[in-house]
């Protein structure tokens, strides 16, 4: 079992800047995975950012790219993710996640992963 604690997240306009955190309790194989999904209200959950914890791969969905950037943070259990440039259309729930390699890399699917943190909203005014 792995448990997650994310932190971070609040309100900002639009071009700001904000930073999530998440602590996983352990590594091991079923938490090679880190990262987060979003969901805003009436919407299903999206994947944003995940890394590969032991090789810091990275993967982003297109709607992040050159604005997010998700990295190992201080001690080997910690993920970070910077949000710059935000906007409106960003502002959802966000979800720390964890779960296993599938076919030898990391998908932003979030029915892949069984771990959750408790989740941190965002919000970005215009």
């Known amino acids: 079992q792995v448990q997650l604690v994310d932190s971070g997240g609040g309100s900002v306009e639009a071009g700001g800047s904000l930073r999530l955190a998440c602590t996983a309790s352990?590594?091991?194989?079923?938490?090679?995975?880190m990262g987060w999904f979003r969901q805003a209200p009436g919407k299903g959950r999206e994947g944003v950012a995940l890394?590969?914890?032991?090789?810091?791969?990275?993967y982003y969905a297109e709607s992040v790219k050159g604005r997010f950037s998700i990295y190992r943070g201080d001690g080997a259990n910690m993920v970070v993710l910077q949000m710059n440039s935000l906007q409106p259309e960003d502002s959802a729930m966000y979800y720390c996640?964890?779960?296993?390699?599938?076919?030898?890399?990391?998908?932003?699917?979030?029915?892949?992963?069984?771990?959750w943190g408790q989740g941190t909203q965002v919000t970005v005014s215009s």
């Open positions: 996640a964890a779960g296993r390699r599938i076919e030898g890399r990391c998908r932003l699917l979030h029915n892949l992963y069984n771990f």
């Open positions: 352990t590594y091991n194989y079923d938490s090679a995975c």
């Open positions: 890394i590969e914890r032991s090789r810091g791969a990275v």
